[in-house]
């Protein structure tokens, strides 16, 4: 099975976490609808150093939050205040726009480790009113050695309550003691695995937490050799039929809705209020002078 190996990069997310991204990258913007995909931690904190990403906005989207280790605190423009705990999702969908913040518990040192991803809303979609849920409760299943969390789409046998508005998959396979796993996929999906602890051969080869295992349509299946304590997330999709523009925390089709998102956001139109968040809110920059493109899939 022919493998693309994707890097991540390192980035900064709020103010002062570093966090590894592997989407977009300019070898592979999208994986199904999945166009965006950040690994934060594991890591420890002082407290007063946890995540602090201030009020932003969101429009043409939905953001999913797999929360693996620690609490985030989620605020949104609709009201909401929910703290998503490990073994969680958190699916905010913004369709035409919502604004929210992600913090660190008040007060408290901690651990962090979630993954957070970005699910391009297609054109039926991305208009519609902004909603959001947390899901606390996810099937999991125990299956050659691997504790298997369903987070979007099915898997031997169990779905996920995560509702979305394209055909996707995602879980999460720890192997506490290591394992060896035949995962079943649907050859009109693409899918891609990161390692998120330690290492998993990907159809023998050898992939860790630095590099993004894609492999493109056609794959009934995928062998997953995880080595002992190793954990990774496996997500796909079928190809996203539609060309897009993500900039910034906005996902659109043309330059003019970035700039009246960018220009709203930035007057204090459209998105409504975020309260209570610590952090501070941040502004839009100037998309003028951007050469921006519909992306290549
Ligand atoms: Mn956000």
Request: net charge neutral; with cysteine.
């Amino acid at each position: 099975m022919p493998l693309e190996r994707i890097p991540l990069r390192s980035v900064e997310v709020g103010d002062g976490l570093q966090a590894r991204r592997a989407l977009p990258h300019r070898a592979r913007r999208m994986v199904g609808a999945w166009c965006f995909l950040d690994h934060l931690g594991p890591l420890a904190f002082a407290a007063g150093h946890g995540l602090s990403v201030g009020p932003h906005p969101h429009i043409g989207l939905a953001t999913f939050t797999w929360m693996i280790e620690g609490e985030v605190v989620h605020r949104d423009s609709l009201g909401n205040e929910q703290l998503i705990r490990p073994g969680q999702v958190n699916l905010m969908t913004a369709g035409r726009g919502i604004a929210h913040a992600e913090d660190s518990p008040a007060g408290a040192a901690g651990r962090l480790h979630a993954v957070q991803l970005w699910i391009a809303l297609d054109d039926a979609h991305r208009h519609q009113a902004p909603a959001f849920r947390n899901h606390p409760d996810l099937p999991v299943l125990e299956r050659d050695g691997c504790a298997i969390t369903v987070l979007v789409g099915a898997a031997f046998g169990k779905a996920s309550p995560v509702a979305v508005h394209s055909p996707l998959l995602s879980m999460d396979i720890a192997a506490a003691a290591g394992g060896s796993i035949e995962i079943p996929l649907d050859p009109a999906f693409e899918h891609a695995l990161l390692p998120l602890v330690g290492e998993v051969a990907v159809e023998g080869a050898a992939f860790d937490q630095n590099a993004l295992a894609y492999f493109a349509p056609g794959q009934r299946s995928v062998h997953l050799r995880c080595g002992a304590g190793s954990r990774c997330v496996l997500i796909g999709g079928t190809p996203f039929a539609e060309d897009i523009l993500l900039w910034w925390n906005f996902v659109a089709r043309t330059q003019d809705e970035i700039r009246t998102a960018s220009d709203g956001w930035n007057a204090g139109r459209g998105f409504g209020d975020v309260r209570g968040s610590p952090s501070r809110r941040l502004v839009a920059p100037d998309p003028t002078g951007l050469r921006l493109r519909p992306q290549a899939r």
